[in-house]
C-alpha cells in the first residue's frame, strides 16, 4: 500500500521540526552551517522517512520536503532563541542583504540535499515489504476428477448430491 499524500505532508512536518529545532540548537551549541543545518536536515529528513513507512521514493521525497520546509522554521526557531538570549546574537557589523540572500540559498541547498539523504537512507533501512501478488487458488481436481452414481452408473461431477438421472442419494 503506497503512503497516502496525506501521510507524506504529516511526516514531513515531523522532519521539519527536528530539522529547525536540531539546527538551531546545534547552533546554539557552536556549530555553524554547513555543520550545524546539515546535520539538522539530514536527521530531519531520516526521521520523515521512519515516520512515513513508505517506499524508497516516498522516503527521499519526504525528506526533501522536510528540509525545504526545515530551513524557514529553522530561522524562525533561531531568531525566538536570539530574541530570548539563547543564542549570542552575532556581534559585529550585520552583513550587507546580497551576502545574507547567498547563504540562505546555499542553506537551503544543503538543507534539501541532507533531507533526502536522509530520507533514502532510512526509507531504505525500513520500508514496507511489497506485498505479494495474490495467486488464483486452483485446487488441483475439482475440474477433471468425476465420480460415477453408485446406482445408474452415471457419470456426475465431483460433489453432486443427488443423481439428476436416477435420483439416487450419493454417499
Ligand atoms: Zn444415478
Redesign the pocket.
Known sequence: MPAKNRDLFAAALAGVVVTGVLTALLEAAGLTPPVSDGVGAFVGGAVAAYVLYGKLGQAAAAGALSGVLGTPFYLGVSEILYIFGVIATPSGPTPPMSELQVAVVIILGIDLLFGIFGGTVVGGIRRPHEEPIPQPQVTPGTIAQTKY?V??G?QLPFGTVI?P??N?RQP
Do not use: G, Y
Open positions: 452414481c446406482q445408474c452415471a443423481c438421472h436416477c439416487a
